[in-house]
């Protein structure tokens, strides 16, 4: 069958692997351990001479998702280069994640594009979700705390001046590596980049909208006002009283964002108001 457009960008050692067989469709046909099956995309893990990756296959979104998000005044995610171009981004501006290994892209009509990404397997990881998921009842060493939240900071500031948004900026969406975890070091990786916005700056909007979101899925997490306060000073690298002044207009929407995903969630308001 011929295709009107084909990209596939590739090293040569995963062309040795298929011999005899277009790559693109070997690709697509892979059967592996199954992290995510939602309509038009399947996450797999797969072991490929020795090594397991991550492969993202995109099937086509169809014409009715286009319109609902085109309607929603949201522009659609149709193939996996989003995401590639992401991870190209991201190490531009030094926010680690999982290493990128191939990407192909082929089809004209926008509803049946079909894509896929393959991406290293980041090992023995742990999200914040899960690493905070007790700290109401079992708080972690202050130290620990401390530094952990200026490193998220770091990674947020880094994320938003890089010209980056993420759009679902979550704390399950960071993770760390465990065994320099076990070691003292802490090595955070940003995950999930299928919706990651690019431009040369970013916008207000979608830096409030993503740090409503962090906000929001950190609400569990034990964190007190000074906690949020820390992070808000790392973040925006500059006198606490300055942001607190000159931009409390902009984290009065993010908190009021975050306190209606809260309450959407989970049926009431949040305990922890930082304003």
């Known amino acids: 069958m011929m295709w009107a457009r084909q990209h596939m960008e590739a090293p040569h050692w995963l062309h040795q692997f298929f011999v005899d067989q277009d790559p693109f469709d070997s690709?697509?046909?892979?059967?592996?351990?199954?992290?995510?099956?939602?309509?038009?995309?399947?996450?797999?893990?797969?072991?490929?001479?020795?090594?397991?990756?991550?492969?993202?296959?995109?099937?086509?979104?169809?014409?009715?998702?286009?319109?609902?998000?085109?309607?929603?005044?949201?522009?659609?995610?149709?193939?996996?280069?989003?995401?590639?171009?992401?991870?190209?981004?991201?190490?531009?501006?030094?926010?680690?994640?999982?290493?990128?290994?191939?990407?192909g892209v082929r089809g004209l009509n926008p509803a049946t594009l079909q894509s896929f990404l393959m991406t290293e397997d980041l090992g023995d990881i742990v999200s914040l979700e899960t690493l905070c998921a007790d700290w109401k009842s079992n708080p972690p060493e202050p130290a620990f705390k401390r530094k952990l939240l200026i490193e998220v900071a770091e990674l947020a500031r880094k994320l938003h001046d890089g010209g980056m948004n993420h759009r679902d900026f979550y704390i399950c969406h960071i993770c760390l590596d465990n065994q320099k975890l076990a070691s003292g070091e802490l090595c955070l990786y940003l995950i999930d980049l299928?919706?990651?916005?690019?431009?040369?700056?970013?916008?207000?909007?979608?830096?409030?909208k993503d740090?409503?979101?962090?906000?929001?899925?950190?609400?569990?997490?034990?964190?007190?006002?000074?906690?949020?306060?820390?992070?808000?000073?790392?973040?925006?690298?500059?006198?606490?009283?300055?942001?607190?002044?000159?931009?409390?207009?902009?984290?009065?929407?993010?908190?009021?964002r975050a306190d209606k995903l809260y309450l959407k969630f989970h049926g009431k308001m949040p305990e922890t108001n930082i304003w």
């Open 27 to 103: 690709i697509m046909q892979l059967h592996g351990e199954v992290f995510r099956d939602v309509p038009g995309r399947k996450t797999i893990r797969v072991r490929i001479g020795g090594k397991f990756y991550f492969v993202k296959q995109h099937f086509g979104v169809g014409w009715r998702e286009i319109f609902k998000n085109l309607l929603s005044a949201k522009w659609p995610v149709l193939t996996a280069e989003t995401e590639w171009q992401a991870i190209r981004k991201l190490g531009e501006i030094g926010i680690p994640t999982t290493p990128a290994v191939a990407y």
């Open 194 to 208: 299928h919706r990651v916005g690019i431009r040369p700056q970013i916008r207000p909007v979608d830096r409030m």
């Open 211 to 256: 740090m409503a979101a962090l906000y929001f899925s950190a609400m569990e997490a034990g964190l007190g006002k000074r906690d949020y306060l820390r992070f808000l000073k790392h973040y925006r690298r500059q006198p606490l009283k300055e942001t607190l002044l000159d931009e409390a207009g902009f984290w009065q929407q993010v908190a009021s």
